[in-house]
């Protein structure tokens, strides 16, 4: 096969001789990716921040519903000059004032309804954060798998490389030897510049694909090796039927959480806003203490405990509550529609990630098939070269199909991969279990 060929005695030296120069000791795998990104990328901290932000807001509705007391202390320098017909007497004194308030709710229809409404955002918060969280997921493991394509893709170039130079060199011998052509050193040599081309573009796309992945694991990546190649054998299988990937999807999608979680957020802003037309009720205690406030008698204080209820209602605001309650029914229909607008994304995704991993599966063991056939094909040009029926131009387009094969099977299983990664994360599987299981399967070392 051609990726034995990779592993040819001079050509495995040097390989074993760079890495022992130059790559760390530990390679990185995919679980140790995600609990990178999940701890360095700003993107998802970010995230994480703006949900714990979110969250206060409960808090912060419930304390409305809790006693509030409150303090107060003023203390003044009174300057007064009392006139009585033509004699003016001249005052001047302190005078202290100190208040303690308690008020408690006792009905307030619309911070009883802001408390419903500030649990289903607390709701929405946590959902932003799984979205996130499947964001950075899809995000971590694409770049991942990038980079191990484009390793396998620079592998597959060096091997097409050097067989080139061999043919080169062969070709030219035989040219010496008067039993070749200038026509089959100037193919090899055409070949030899876009197998060189190929390579240094194989070798740019390593590097891009390694920064990417570094942005999100804020670590250097190493170089690594998939010990364990999946076949079609090997890979996981779909499972279920897609009705049910989309019933799972649906009901446990973070988009679907939030979106619904939306909506009842505009629900209980309808009822707030229709409960403006509701009296509010308060209990109210007061202890106040004065003193030097009476200008007859600055010199008398006094002390007053107050305990009661406080009734508010109003009767007309302009039209504005009328308004407001317009302006909340809009904007729960805007949730609801967008909440049916995510119903069906999400399903169309379900559908094209179970056609990706369903469709994948058989394009890897086609692939597979087409691998083995231009392995053949190397070893019989090889063959009819040696029997004279077949020439070096032959040979090279056969060691070109047979790169582009290995090329192909790689990404195809890639593909696979991330496709079956997304259909299990999607479904609500546990993120860190999927990601197990693709570590196990790819054994990648360093």
Known sequence: MFLQAIMRPGLAALSCACLLACIPAQAMDLTQAWQLARDKD?????????????????AQAQAALLPNVSVSNSHNQVNLQQTLGTVTTPYQYSSQNTGLLLRQTLYRKPQFEQLEQSRAQSRAADAELQRAQLELLGRTAGYYLEVLLAQDVLAFSRVLLQSTQGLLSAAQRNFDKGQGTRTDIDEAQARLDMAQAQALQASQQVAFTREQLQSVVSQEVPNMVVRNLPTAQTLPSVGQDIPEWIERTLAQHPEMVLSRAKVEAAQAEVKKQNSGHHPTLDLVAQVTRSQGENALNPNSSYQNRTLGVQLNWTLYAGGQTQSAIRQAEASLLREEELLEQTRRNLSLQVRKEYQNTTAGLLR???????????????????????????SQTDLLN????????????????????????????????????VLQALSALLDVQP
């Open 398 to 433: 056969a060691l070109q199909r047979q790169a582009e094969a290995g090329r192909d099977l790689a990404q195809s299983r890639y593909q696979f991969l991330l496709a079956h990664l997304k259909l299990q994360t999607m479904a609500g599987t546990d993120p860190q279990q």
């Open 42 to 58: 700003p993107g998802f901290r970010a995230a994480a921040a703006q949900a714990a932000a979110a969250r206060e807001i409960e």
């Open 364 to 390: 890897v063991k086609a692939l597979e098939q087409s691998q083995r056939s231009s392995d053949q094909m190397v070893i019989s040009t090889r063959k009819g070269i040696q029997a004279g029926t077949r």
